[in-house]
């Protein structure tokens, strides 16, 4: 141990826990859950007193309530999360943080403040997070009426990249919800992959069908159940199409109510309180990048070169390969999260290590943008059970947009813990050649992506991205409800299609030929 420097990051508390069945009279609310998270992460860290008067830092993960497509959830809206937060722990924490928007959230401010504490800026800091979205839903199907917010008269600093996840050229043409977009991406893989729609159903079911499995034994997962790739791929009476070719059960779940929490601090704050090494977890590797912004001005939608090299960086800077992971998680929201995250690190589908520690967001569930602190709860569990081990997590914000990325071990950092800053590498993504896009095309067309996208009350419409014959500019478009036309895009092959694209009033038209 007398290697390892002072100043060296670690994380030495972890607590989680999932509300579930609670009647919403009595369930309990997002700050409550968040406050049992965070106490059961101080009495992690194994010592008698808890070291909450050491916090110096609070940051709390933005709620589903304040991102944007949770807006109309008002119910768990407070003013200043972080410091209602300590105000219930009985902490003073100089700087008080509430994150951006974006799944990729929990994993980057663990980079952050990791580097943080090894500059000496930061003694002990706190990141935590709840969701209470099952309940919200619950009270006002039942006509409950429940009241969590909360005004300390104050106001947290915001941290992370604020910015919208779309442009108005893709709210437009309906590519405002991850429901929407994924399935653009999971079709442009599988012509890239050159399968036929049912070859690639069949695929996506046995990617997560092992995903089923792990939930099956977790005791926090939202659904426990094991199910085969079968049940998960195809239609069925409870398994409707969501946003072709995704079903209900291969879409993350996000009405669920779960909170985590995590203490980080040094190698030598640790030695001071008293903090047994057995709980330490190194951060040996990071990195935090984004994809070209706008899903429409991408490279193509099969690929992240973020992802890529992020990957190059953490990997490097931790002096391991994928192969030396004895633990996984790949951010799971949909299928094509998973298959673009493991074709950019190097991981194959069928790998015989599980591609996920909790079960993945549609089975173990998808607290908003807080399901990456719980596998790094888990993971930080499992990584204690094995001495030596090692263990990735991914983390992935808005569209395959925001990544993180952290790996981790009970084994020590020797010498100086130093992170790449990732602006240093963030202009090779930035400045990548992609094709051009009009927002006014006209005439002929073909098909670049596709989905056919069914809503909740029973209306489809589709989703075309395509490029404009004349100069190979990229377009989108809406193919307009035709019950015929719909039902063929989910069961003959689009991509490729040519056809005809017209500037309607509000948005693109793409008829087929």
Known sequence: MSKINDLTPILVGVGQLTQKGVPPQSALSPMDLMTKATQLALADTGLAKSPVDLIDVIAVVRSISDSTEGARFKLATYRDPPRSLAKRIGAAPREAYYSTVGGNTP????????????????????IAAGEALDTMVSSAKQGIAIDWQEDLGTDPISIGVDKPGNSPYERAHQMHLPTNVYPLFENAIRGARGRSITDHQLAMGKLFAPFTEVAAKNPHAWFPKARTAEELAFVSERNRMVGFPYTK??????????????IMTSVGEARRMGIAPERWVFLHGCGDAYDIWNVSERVNLHSSPAIRTIARKAFDMAGKTPAQMDFIDLYSCFPSAVEIGAAEIGISEDDPRPLT????????????????????????????AGPKSFGLVTANGWYVTKHSMGIYSTTPVEGNW?????????????????????LTPKGAGTVESYTVVH???????????????????????????????LDRMESEEMLGRPGQVTQGERHNIFTFE
């Open 357 to 384: 520690v909790t079960g993945g967001l549609p089975y173990f569930g998808g607290p908003g943008n807080n399901y990456v602190l719980h596998s790094i709860a888990t993971m930080v569990e499992k990584l204690r």
């Open 455 to 485: 809503t909740p009350t029973g209306d489809t419409f589709g989703i075309v991205v395509g490029r404009q014959s004349s100069d190979d500019c990229r377009f989108l478009s809406l193919v307009e409800k035709s019950s015929d036309l």
């Open 249 to 262: 059960l291969l879409n993350a779940m996000i009405v669920v109510d779960m909170a985590a929490a995590l």
């Open 107 to 126: 994993q980057y401010l663990v980079n952050h403040f990791a580097e943080k504490i090894a500059r000496g800026e930061v003694t002990c800091a706190l």
């Open 418 to 438: 130093q992170r790449e800053t990732p602006s240093a590498y963030q202009s090779e993504i930035d400045q990548m050649v992609r094709p051009k896009l009009t």
